[in-house]
């Protein structure tokens, strides 16, 4: 059975950071590609970073650009999500997907696999 599991979301005051973790199993992590989507109620799901899946390249979001990275550890089948500097329009619920192989060149997706999500808050 294929899992997506997040965990180390929150509550953060502005400015504060998180690093989410996203587990995977049930399927070669090596050879997919990880993103990280949010989504807020009433709006559309946006790709915030993305990994490929062994030499790293990764893309982001233009607002997450130098306060977010995205890395993985293949040996333990896990990928994360640096979140620095924190602002209340990064309040959404996260989530990881998974793609095989070409999910994150030139654009994020597309992802076969999905967690389940985790809520990030940032007070105004």
């Known amino acids: 059975e294929v899992q997506l599991v997040e965990s180390g979301g929150g509550l953060v005051q502005a400015g504060g950071s998180l690093r989410l973790s996203c587990a995977a199993s049930g399927f070669t992590f090596d050879d997919y590609a990880i993103g990280w989507y949010r989504q807020v109620p009433g709006k559309e799901r946006e790709g915030v970073a993305c990994?490929?899946?062994?030499?790293?390249?990764?893309l982001y979001l233009h607002s997450v650009k130098g306060r977010f990275t995205i890395s993985r550890d293949n040996a333990k089948n896990t990928a994360y999500l640096q979140m620095t500097s924190l602002k209340p329009e990064d309040t959404a619920v996260y989530s990881c997907?998974?793609?095989?192989?070409?999910?994150?060149?030139?654009?994020?997706?597309?992802?076969?696999?999905w967690g389940q999500g985790t809520q990030v808050t940032v007070p105004s």
């Open positions: 997907a998974a793609g095989f192989v070409y999910a994150c060149i030139g654009s994020m997706g597309p992802y076969e696999y």
């Open positions: 990994i490929g899946p062994r030499d790293g390249g990764t």
